[in-house]
């Protein structure tokens, strides 16, 4: 009897959990991709693959949530449809129906330090990598969109490249202006009525050539 009721109580547990594990990764995750989206002007695929890439990092946090938002509801439903007195009432103890939180919790544990030591990195990673790969793409449709786009030159300094039309399909600027700013304003300035961008990779970074013409 007293097997059955935990197994009864950790049934409880674990619906809840996963509901609330699934709704919430889904809504921190959404929201954790606007700023990418709202910052570099990421395309639908771009923001699709970013938010697949969060959603296991989203996880490690949304975990011990999910586990303490089910473990109210269902401890406080439980009592609250007086089953907490009637098994009080058959001499059945606290602790035994403490045990299916406490088998939560150490899933829970276990799963959190996986996600944290083997699993967010390479999902970090896997981001960082997608981002570099459409470096391209997020510049042009920023200047598509914004009509520049920030290229950062070091702690102190910045470019800021603008242009009349974006053409991201012969890789063509036409009719930019580079501005090289810096703390003491404006360091040096670029117009073209023509311009190649090329992108070469180093590492972590890119690097955008501009051919003018």
Same mark, same amino acid.
């Given at each position: 009897m007293v097997f059955t009721l935990q197994r009864y109580m950790f049934r409880?547990?674990?619906?809840?959990?996963?509901?609330?594990?699934v709704g919430l990764t889904l809504i921190l995750s959404l929201g954790g991709i606007l700023g990418p989206v709202q910052e570099y002007g990421v395309g639908p695929r771009q923001?699709?693959?970013i938010l697949v890439y969060f959603m296991p990092v989203t996880l490690t946090f949304v975990l011990?949530?999910?586990?303490?938002?089910?473990?109210?509801?269902?401890?406080?439903?439980f009592?609250?449809?007086?089953?907490?007195?009637?098994c009080r009432a058959s001499g059945i103890g606290m602790m035994t129906l403490v045990y299916p939180g406490l088998a939560l919790a150490v899933l829970v544990a276990i799963a959190n330090l996986l996600l944290?030591?083997?699993?967010?990195?390479y999902f970090v990673h896997l981001a960082e990598?997608?981002?570099?790969?459409?470096?391209?793409? !997020?510049?042009?449709?920023? !200047?598509?969109?914004?009509?520049?786009y920030r290229?950062?030159?070091?702690?102190?300094?910045?470019?800021?490249?603008?242009?009349?039309?974006?053409?991201l399909k012969n890789d063509t600027l036409y009719g930019i202006i580079v501005l090289e700013a810096s703390r003491r304003g404006i360091e040096d300035l670029i117009t073209s009525s023509k311009t190649t961008v090329r992108f070469d990779s180093h590492g972590a970074t890119n690097e955008v050539q501009l051919l003018v013409h």
């Open positions: 409880e547990l674990l619906r809840i959990f996963i509901l609330a594990t923001a699709l693959h011990p949530m999910a586990a303490l938002f089910a473990s109210a509801l269902s401890y406080g439903r009592a609250s449809d007086n089953e907490l007195d009637a944290s030591f083997h699993v967010m990195p990598r997608s981002l570099k790969a459409d470096a391209k793409q !997020i510049l042009f449709r920023n !200047i598509e969109r914004r009509g520049f290229v950062s030159a070091g702690k102190s300094s910045e470019y800021l490249i603008y242009a009349d039309y974006p053409d």
